[in-house]
């Protein structure tokens, strides 16, 4: 079999890119059977992609075009055209179909265009609707990363049958480690709180800032809020100064920021994952999260949910938080889930596609 799949979005430091590229990283490792064409329409950053594909546990096909990055670009996210040559099945990572002979299948990751759509551009909206026609109509397999998000496009109008859940998982590099060097590095001398992801409306931070600066006022001069990932759009924010911004944090220093932390905070107004909320849950970090989407699936009965549009409620669990014992049920959570099992869940989709 001649499995395509589009890795435009690993360039991105997001959940999709991370999505991407551990499913190729899986794929490769349990498959030694069948062909691998990995396609990069988008090419603004053509460097990291050929140095993703150097590292793959064995050879795989990197389809890159003669076209300038911009007309390449343009032809893959205006127009959908796909450079040769033609495959079995083809994985549109992140929605964009391409016009080919191949057997269909899209990961949807979330509906926060349509739910949320204040969240977003207009241009992102308008989009993303584009790409979910189209996904609806000429997918042959939907892969949908939580029962949630599979609800929601059962209630855009797509057939259950055509949708099979496949739950993410978090890399084998989160796990509980000694954070004294990662917080050394960073200044962190007083206990923290951490919040991780895109500085975007959807994050909900201001609420989350908010609900932190309410806390009991010895608590208050004792903890630090740490926020980590890069600025997205839209948010400006008021920033009191126990608050601390780190922006993008690698991986191997983003471990040791869960493992120190009191609690990662994380009341999102929807997800549809949630990748952060596995991530701290593997470094035996104790969760708060929002009881909306997919993150009661995630969290399992590891996590304390809160009303997301509530204040009152996140500095409630905050301030409970610390009282209680949850790196143990956090830790036998977190290993319902394994990008092993993603894979072989998704080589499954390819192979009864390919056989309709």
Request: aromatic share 10%; hydrophobic share 40%; net charge positive.
């Amino acid at each position: 079999m001649r499995i395509g799949i589009d890795i435009s979005q690993i360039v991105y430091q997001t959940g999709v890119s991370r999505y991407t590229s551990e499913l190729v990283r899986h794929l490769l490792k349990i498959d030694q059977q069948n062909q691998y064409f990995l396609y990069a329409g988008s090419l603004r950053q053509r460097s990291i992609i050929q140095a993703f594909a150097a590292q793959l546990p064995r050879k795989t096909k990197l389809v890159l075009t003669l076209l300038s990055p911009k007309l390449a670009d343009f032809a893959w996210n205006r127009f959908n055209l796909l450079p040769p040559p033609e495959t079995d099945v083809f994985h549109a990572s992140n929605w964009a179909l391409p016009r080919t002979k191949a057997k269909l299948v899209t990961t949807i990751h979330d509906l926060t265009f349509l739910k949320y759509p204040e969240t977003h551009t207009k241009y992102s909206v308008a989009a993303h609707t584009r790409h979910l026609k189209l996904a609806k109509k000429y997918a042959d397999q939907i892969i949908a990363v939580s029962e949630s998000t599979k609800k929601d496009l059962i209630d855009y109008g797509i057939q259950a049958e055509k949708i099979t859940v496949i739950y993410e998982a978090a890399d084998s590099i989160f796990k509980p480690v000694d954070p004294r060097d990662v917080k050394a590095k960073y200044g962190l001398t007083k206990p923290y709180f951490l919040s991780v992801g895109t500085r975007e409306p959807r994050k909900n931070l201001q609420r989350l800032i908010e609900a932190f600066s309410k806390l009991p006022t010895r608590s208050d001069l004792e903890v630090t809020l740490v926020i980590v990932g890069p600025v997205g759009w839209g948010e400006s924010l008021k920033i009191p100064s126990n608050v601390q911004f780190l922006g993008f944090v690698p991986d191997e220093d983003l471990v040791g920021l869960y493992s120190g932390a009191k609690a990662f905070v994380y009341p999102t107004l929807y997800e549809g994952f949630g990748l952060p909320v596995l991530e701290a849950l593997s470094c035996g970090c104790p969760v708060i999260t929002s009881n909306v989407s997919s993150l009661p699936e995630v969290g399992g009965e590891a996590a304390i949910y809160v009303n997301p549009q509530s204040v009152a409620e996140i500095t409630q669990a905050m301030a409970a938080v610390r009282k209680l014992n949850l790196s143990g049920k956090s830790l036998a959570q977190a290993k319902k889930f394994s990008w092993e099992k993603t894979a072989k869940a998704t080589l499954k989709v390819y192979q009864e596609v390919v056989q309709c």
